[in-house]
């Protein structure tokens, strides 16, 4: 069993910065893609980062690109979103995820994880 268990979360000003933490553990954990979704009150979840085993691909949904780092350290089986420059609509749960790299910018990104975190709530006041 593999669980993902998020941290970081909370309320921040517009303007401000947030680092979320997600810590992977359980035996058949592996070399593989994790990310971030988030999901807002009323809208659907959406992808918003993912990193493949290595580092070295990352990828960014457009409205987070310049002013979200998505990072882990392997070493501690830690995925790390550093979110600055928030936005009110940055706002919502975000769920740390492992899966295949490809899944994360496909049109089946929800459906194509293989685990999720419970989440951890992030509100940006304006």
């Known amino acids: 069993q593999v669980q993902l268990i998020e941290s970081g979360g909370g309320s921040v000003q517009a303007g401000g910065s947030l680092r979320l933490s997600c810590v992977a553990s359980?035996?058949?954990?592996?070399?593989?893609?994790m990310g971030w979704f988030r999901q807002a009150p009323g809208k659907e979840r959406e992808v918003v980062s993912a990193i493949t085993w290595s580092g070295e691909h990352t990828y960014y949904v457009d409205a987070v690109t310049g002013r979200f780092t998505i990072s882990r350290d392997n070493a501690k089986n830690t995925v790390y979103l550093q979110m600055d420059s928030l936005k009110s609509e940055d706002s919502g749960v975000y769920y740390c995820?492992?899966?295949?790299?490809?899944?994360?910018?496909?049109?089946?990104?929800?459906?194509?994880?293989?685990?999720w975190g419970k989440g951890t709530l992030v509100t940006v006041s304006s």
């Open positions: 359980g035996r058949t954990f592996g070399r593989t893609a």
């Open positions: 995820t492992s899966g295949p790299y490809g899944n994360y910018f496909s049109g089946y990104a929800v459906r194509g994880m293989d685990y």
